[in-house]
């Protein structure tokens, strides 16, 4: 077929006999419900592992798929970890809840991948923390000497001469000294004056007025909008989900009324989330005003009934979100139906080795190979006009969609450029809470969300109305996506212009089974948002949204945090005294620069660093702006599993900052192992794992009928087990929480937490809470049914190897009011609430649908500057080139291969290298490189090299005080990799985390070379010219970029 | 798409008939394996299995020329023939076919003297060495000393590798015995109720209505080495 197109040699020249016949059809019609039961006929005295009593049900997390397993514990140890059969996650179909006796679910098992059935190794890591450590050494060291729990509570709170005895003269500031705006009426003032302030409606010496009296409570008074001193607490999260999250945050922002929280989004894939909330946010009209917010950050083609799916920078049987949900739904649709699927990606995965079409493109070329499908089909007409041109909702819900679009709104455009949505009020039509559309060539004002009034919109129009010109974002679309030929875009992106056709005209050949999907591949470069738009563009434009086949965004979950009607926590509200966080964030993020008193202070344009209105969670600067003290110095990190160093590009450049005991004065980890950024902590508290605590994830978007997972400890804690008020508890994140919330009286933990007489005391005087909610459901008349007797029994029983300090069932009890408990103890014993597979549809349609607003156009951008360059940044689909902060191109040089990086399927990023079940499978990772390159480079299979960057010149991570660690690998010779590029996977290459000598009360603990095998590529991303001690990044969505560098490979002699 | 039901009604079924009247069989789509491995961990934690032994292993390989390339993977646990090169050769007549296929060891009889080893044409058996994977790390794992229920010799069967301690399993020949301590209790193999792809299918080939005799009746059907007369119960389908 055309280049890069593959399959069916598969099976030539081996020892087997080849052939081909489909697995039938019929075989997978079957009904469950005639056979399941005559299966459970075992013998008595049978395996015990299969019995219901050594069952406990939970949810994983050895990656964010957070899979719904059930663990097997003997003798109060976990020794084995399925799938929850009761989940349409891990069994399609999943075994209904109100049918399936428990003793059933025992039996049968769902699936779960190779790390997640690893997740043993992560509970049981030999190198796993047991006491809290405080350094004994020079940050970095990796001297310790272990003391009590209360020793470190008091140290960090009260701060002092902390480390005298090693030398070091000079007072940490403790958690005490920051906590300095303390009274929740006074913050909460201060914060909406501050918003009063973004919005230029009050001055900042209004401001003083009005608030002088506090003004030694702010970072700085002639910059309010900095926030309090308790800024200077920042806590990040290299991996915190649902339930977790929540409670941290509960910390951080409303106890102690610091803003900075930050997770680690966007080194994963948030430009992939940002340009999917922009593509869906909602209109919602505010004081008068229209506004388009609250988007889907995440969705999935409906894979079980697409007929062609184009995966961008990603795919199905590795990564991606994730493989477990989404692999049998792609074999299934390959083997058994008309499904067909490309995959674009330089490097042949394991997807597109299985694909009928790969496309190796150029890497960070995506919107090009986008953008050209998206003329292809505008120039063809191929493009599905009617659900393009339902302009309101009433026109959608006449003309058959769930969804309408935005491809009809008039844009403004002021001097050639384009901004915002035309308001109606802008050119005297109508209201600032109505847009513009041209119908039958005549302006008409539209309200959005309008359930009445069916609007069908003119396409492709440009009027001037009272002198202001616009256009429909549709034709912005278009004249973008003309701006290029087809065969220029095929250029770029370095394809056959016959690609681009071929995919375009089977992409446009399903209705509206057709999808465009994508990940990280597509995004983690500095055009990564405008990617993701393109690819996007192409969802619009077959109106696939909401339809069995099409694009799906999920079957959702009932809410934990107990926001609906029929909930009896709401967790947000029972924070009695909250504080109101306010300030700009230590990164910059949702605050426009512009919109700071910095700009003023600092004369425009540029700024000292980027700032990041459209996104959130931007990681990989943290550090490097504590390191800079923009736009404030900070003085207490509070790192929780957060791998900075490791996992960012060039975070290799951040250890000269969390060295700086000036910059970061004092360094708190809380992680299960020493790692390569934990090892700089001041103190480190040991965490508990997955399979020991609890935690209430979201399911993927690929799941199609709600599913509300519960993670409940399994089995006890291997930390310490500590006294916090009382209340004896394995050291923990939860055990930090409320000893230093007990200590400094911040309000949310402790007694009377929730309100009167309801206390926090203990962790599952939270988290029993959020299973309470989820247990009630989201409507009233959704509970689930009481446990029976004989469940509350057994609920009993499998918990009996649980000590007191995680479990007790009277304990557990009192957090709940009576009535909850039997409806809590249902849910905890199937782990979680799921409903039926078959709920998933209704007909062509997705029972849980979007019903909203798709945008081709995106205002926010739109009308936003760069904080930079100040030059517009722009709301519409377009292939950018990778640039620099400053927007300086990036272009290869010679002798120079492009990186990219990867995930194997039995890996997670930075966490896995400690499962030693995995390790066989690939005991350390290689350098692909193309068979053609290779051999020009005259390179073989195991010939190792040194690979070196424009910014890593000499290929090496410089820990300081001499200790100096090579890149080196070896080559992989590869058929399956675009010629230019050369690709190596996350994972390996740690100098931490169990691979470094690490010496506790004197005692060294040798390093596990197994665990220090292979190489990270991360040390040679590139750090940005204009910003030089972090990344390449994309300058809306986020994402740190992870594949727009390029290497050198040089022979080891 | 409920295979699993499907292969859930099989092996009950095969449980209400005698034992010697079962035959049991897997059969593996290659075209919907997708390389994850996951049968291989499962396996491992299912078993137990120590450092270099691996009941289960996935063969990958790449196939073409770029750009006209493409990727398979080749699960290959036990073949369970039906003429097993590996029992004849064993002197103490410690590994033995049982009447409903699976070839099994006797743990209590085997001398660990390794001829299976070698005579195994598919590389399907494994030396226990007695090793542990946290050996030499600062703290042994409790899951590694876990008892296992491999059917050894007789149902109800139970196993305990302990670090520092040479009985059984540790200094015997070990292989996959399509998990028939969960099987004869009404569970599929671990491979088999993990596998991602739903690649592997599972039940009773002397039952036509089974789901593997049905695909062990399709064209396309392959048994690995068929040269060699071994007469495997693992099939691929291609």
Redesign the interface.
Known sequence: MD???????????????????L??VE??????????G??????E??????SVESTLYTTCLQCHIDCNVKVRV??G???????NPLSPQN???NLPSETTSLEEAA????????????G??TL?????LVKVLKRTGPRGSNQWRTIPFSQAVEEIVEGGRLFADIGEDRHVPGLRELFVLKDGSTAEAMAADIKKLQAGAMTVDEFKGTHGAYADVLLDPEHPDLGPKNNGFVFMAGRIEHGRGELAKRFVNGAFGSVNFFEHTTICEQSHHIAYAHTTDQPTVKNGALKFEKGKTHMKPDL?NAEFVIFFGTG???ANFG??PM??KV??S???RNFRFAVVDPR?S?????ADH?V?IKPGTDAALAMAMVRWIIDNQAYDEGFLRNATKAAAAAFGESCWSGAGYLVEIQDGVPGGYLRADAVGLGSAEQVVVVRDGVPVPVSPGDETAVVVADLDAAVRLNGVEAKTAFRLLSENARGKTVEEYAEIAGVDATVVETLAREFTSHGKKAVAEMYRGAVQHTNGYYNGLAILALNCLVGNPDWTGGLSQGGGHWHEQGDKEAQPYPLADLHPRALAAFGVPLTREKWAYEKSTLFARDAGYPATRPWYPFTSNVYQEVLPSAGDGYPYPIQVLFNHKGAPLYSTPAGHLQVGIIRDLEKIPLVISCDIVVGETTVYADYIFPDITYLERWGFPHPVPDVQSPVSPVRQPVVGPLTEVVEVAGEPMPVSLEAVFLAVADRLGLSGFGRDAFGPRMHFTRPEDYYLKLAANIAAGDHPDEAVPDASDSEMQLFQKAREHLPAAVYSWERWRQALRPEEWAKVVYVLNRGGRFDPFDHAYDGDRLAHALKGLVHLYMEGPGKGRHSLTGKPLGGTATYLPPTTAMGQPLEAMEGEYKLITYKE??HTQSRTIGN???L??RPENTIWM???DAAAAGLQDGDEVRLTSRTNPKGEIDLGGGTIIPITGRIEV??????GVVAVSHHFGHWGY?SATVTIDGQE??A?PRRGRGLTVNPLMLSDPDVPNVCLTDPVGGSASFMDSWVRVERVA | MDVMAVMDGDLARALRKPMEERAWGMVIDVRRCIGCHACTVACKAENKTPPNVSYNVVIEEELGTYPNVSRRFLPRPCMQCAKPPCVSVCPVNATYRRPDSVVVIDYEQCIGCRYCLNACPYGARYFDSGDFYTEGTPRGAPHEEAVTHEVAAQPGDTWRRVVGRESSPVGNARKCHYCLHRVENGALPACVVTCLGRARFFGDLADPESLVARLVAKDGIARLKEELGTEPHTYYLL
């Open positions: 280049q890069g197109c593959t399959r069916r040699q598969f099976l030539k020249g081996t020892g087997l006999a080849t052939g081909g016949a697995l039938g075989l997978l019609t079957q009904s469950r419900g005639a056979v399941v005559v299966a459970r006929s075992a013998p005295g049978g395996n015990p592992l299969l003997a003798d140890v976990a020794v084995k970890i399925d799938g069994l399609i179909p039996r049968v098992d769902g699936k779960v991948c190779p790390r997640g059935q690893a043993l190794q049981y890591d030999p190198y796993r079980l199905a049987f590795e493989v477990t692999a049998e074999t299934h390959m083997r058994a042949l394991k997807t597109a080795g299985k790969w190796p399927v039995f030693y079940w995995v066989p499978l193309s068979a053609a590869r058929q399956g990799l675009r010629p169990g603990v040798p596990d």
